[in-house]
């Protein structure tokens, strides 16, 4: 039973265009979420996250928008660069209530940025 | 500052055996995580270690454990390897156990023959 679902495995943008890459979950115990990138041979790196009490993130130019009535997240890159080329991983927790706060993972999106 | 680091990068076991596989946080972290990727799939969760001590473990069998230790370093263990163990095993430090980001290390490809 997958508690965070990204829905496209693939995604293939222009540079200088905007990515938008999508994320559900069902779990109703998450209210923190991050977005990792992936290169081929490193581990996961930290992008951006939020937190349930806000519905949007800015860091750059990445952005983070969360819709919790929806249960949906997105990210959104703008210029997409060619150097953005990478698995993007969704990633949730719970915010509080217990002493563990394991990351649960999407399967993540390849994200393809052509010159 | 030094990241995450993982030792070994690679291995190759055969079926039946045992593996150790070593991580050292970021320095000053206090918290450790271990998740396992297999192809095609994101990290699945293994172990959280705080202050040395067991905060919560995943869906995996016993013949998997962990260690933290003073210095707030860790161990996988896996015993009686399967072919299903095959995968890239990540590590993850962040400074409290509580909500943030965790930073993960490169991994340790394990494969088993």
């Known amino acids: 039973d997958q508690q965070v679902k990204q829905n496209s495995p693939s995604l293939s943008v222009q540079e200088g265009r905007i990515s938008i890459l999508n994320c559900d979950y069902t779990?109703?115990?998450?209210?923190?979420f991050l977005w990792y990138k992936k290169y081929p041979a490193e581990g996961p790196t930290f992008l951006i996250s939020?937190?349930?009490?806000?519905d949007k993130n800015e860091d750059g130019r990445f952005t983070v928008f969360l819709n919790k009535s929806a249960k949906h997240l997105s990210l959104h890159i703008v210029p997409s660069q060619p150097g953005d080329s990478a698995v993007y991983f969704c990633?949730?927790?719970?915010?509080?209530?217990?002493?563990?706060?394991?990351?649960?993972f999407g399967k993540g999106t390849l994200l393809t940025v052509n010159p | 500052d030094a990241g995450v680091t993982q030792s070994p990068t690679h291995l190759i076991k055969t079926r039946g055996q045992q593996v150790t596989l070593r991580c050292s946080p970021i320095?000053?972290?206090?918290?450790v995580s271990w998740y396992q990727q297999v192809l095609g799939q994101g990290p699945q969760f293994i172990f959280q270690?705080?202050?040395?001590?067991?905060?919560g473990r995943g869906n995996f069998p016993d013949r998997f454990s962990a260690r933290q230790f003073p210095n707030y370093s860790s161990e996988l263990n896996v015993n009686a390897l399967l072919l299903g163990d095959s995968a890239l095993y990540l590590c993850?430090?962040?400074?409290?156990?509580?909500?943030?980001?965790?930073?993960f290390g490169d991994g340790t490809r394990l494969s088993i023959l």
């Open positions: 993850a430090s962040s400074f409290m156990a509580g909500p943030g980001p965790q930073h």
């Open positions: 939020i937190s349930s009490i806000k």
């Open positions: 990633a949730a927790s719970p915010n509080s209530g217990g002493s563990n706060y394991k990351l649960t």
């Open positions: 779990n109703s115990m998450f209210d923190y």
């Open positions: 320095s000053g972290h206090k918290s």
């Open positions: 270690y705080y202050e040395k001590e067991e905060r």
